[in-house]
T-cell receptor, first 115, second 114 residues
Framework: AQSVTQLDSQVPVFEEAPVELRCNYSSSVSVYLFWYVQYPNQGLQLLLKYLSGSTLVKGINGFEAEFNKSQTSFHLRKPSVHISDTAEYFC?????????????FGTGTRLKVLA | GAGVSQSPRYKVAKRGQDVALRCDPISGHVSLFWYQQALGQGPEFLTYFQNEAQLDKSGLPSDRFFAERPEGSVSTLKIQRTQQEDSAVYLC????????????FGPGTRLLVL
């Protein structure tokens, strides 16, 4: 079955430190990969996406992610976080199953940036 | 321009009551998606429209859930005879492309069923 796993439910990190949020997926078909951020009481906002081409993808707010097909991973990284990066982050996958697009989200990782 | 809007933002319903949740997508967006987000969970796909056609409703949890987009713009998600397990945030997203490569999300409607 297709699934998305975010291994860490919460990640505390000090301001200006680097961070990596992990995402693994399970799929036997080609996928599109996404990271979204959700601030309190707001909708999801797209950070970055991988559709094809270069496996290193750069997004907004200084975030980047690398698609690793052999490890079925799409980890999100930022070299130096700010207090304002405190939010919930969701990894998502889009794939075609039996001719129909399927949209699957992970359970989220809560990033807490500490002063 | 305006983003995706949803109304109401909050809804409290008594068990057994019918509710209707509205989504106004970004003007011109072809695709529209509904998701259910339970507390502490990620969004779960409910249904998807391309213009007025409902192409996939496999995520609707029961026949109490019904969605429509009659003119290919505004969409309504209706839940009949609400149950406590329906309590969640209902998110709407729209996309300019046909497959939802880039989805723009609304703020959601928080539904609480008592």
């Amino acid at each position: 079955a297709q699934s998305v796993t975010q291994l860490d439910s919460q990640v505390p990190v000090f301001e200006e430190a680097p961070v990596e949020l992990r995402c693994n997926y399970s799929s036997s078909v080609s996928v599109y990969l996404f990271w979204y951020v959700q601030y309190p009481n707001q909708g999801l906002q797209l950070l970055l996406k991988y559709l094809s081409g270069s496996t290193l993808v750069k997004g907004i707010n200084g975030f980047e992610a690398e698609f690793n097909k052999s490890q079925t991973s799409f980890h999100l990284r930022k070299p130096s976080v700010h207090i304002s990066d405190t939010a919930e982050y969701f990894c998502a996958v889009t794939m075609i199953i039996s001719g129909t697009y399927k949209y699957i989200f992970g359970t989220g990782t809560r990033l807490k940036v500490l002063a | 321009g305006a983003g995706v809007s949803q109304s109401p933002r909050y809804k409290v319903a008594k068990r057994g009551q019918d509710v209707a949740l509205r989504c106004d997508p970004i003007s011109g967006h072809v695709s529209l998606f509904w998701y259910q987000q339970a507390l502490g969970q990620g969004p779960e796909f409910l249904t998807y429209f391309q213009n007025e056609a409902q192409l996939d409703k496999s995520g609707l949890p029961s026949d109490r859930f019904f969605a429509e987009r009659p003119e290919g713009s505004v969409s309504t998600l209706k839940i009949q005879r609400t149950q406590q397990e329906d309590s969640a945030v209902y998110l709407c997203a729209s996309s300019l492309d046909q497959v939802g490569e880039t989805q723009y999300f609304g703020p959601g409607t928080r539904l609480l069923v008592l």
